[in-house]
Nanobody
Framework: QVQLVESGGGLVQPGGSLRLSCAVSTSGSIFSFNSMGWYRQAPGKQRELVARFFSTGTASYADSVRGRFTISRDSAKNTLNLQMNSLKPEDTAVYYC?????WGQGTQVTVSS
């Protein structure tokens, strides 16, 4: 069983940065970060993909965040990270970590002056 716990959200001004982390617990089983990703859901909108790793290990980004966000993984700490720079008010959403059928509880990101 895989458990995902996000952290790092908060309130930031436009143009600011945040770093989200997703702690992965696998009950001791062998684990791969491939096919893991970050999604977000803004009020009144559907959940959308932000960034993910393909099964090959390469990263993919939504057009709206490409060049501003970077997805990364730390195998030593078992965390999936999302570095978010040049944040905009439209980035405001609850951000979720995902692996297959497993979702975290989400972390709120609010971009406002």
């Amino acid at each position: 069983q895989v458990q995902l716990v996000e952290s790092g959200g908060g309130l930031v001004q436009p143009g600011g940065s945040l770093r989200l982390s997703c702690a992965v617990s696998t009950s001791g089983s062998i684990f791969s970060f491939n096919s893991m990703g970050w999604y977000r859901q803004a009020p009144g909108k559907q959940r959308e993909l932000v960034a993910r790793f393909f099964s090959t290990g390469t990263a993919s980004y939504a057009d709206s965040v490409r060049g501003r966000f970077t997805i990364s993984r730390d195998s030593a700490k078992n965390t999936l990270n999302l570095q978010m720079n040049s944040l905009k008010p439209e980035d405001t959403a609850v951000y979720y970590c995902n692996r297959g059928d497993n979702w975290g509880q989400g972390t709120q990101v609010t971009v406002s002056s």
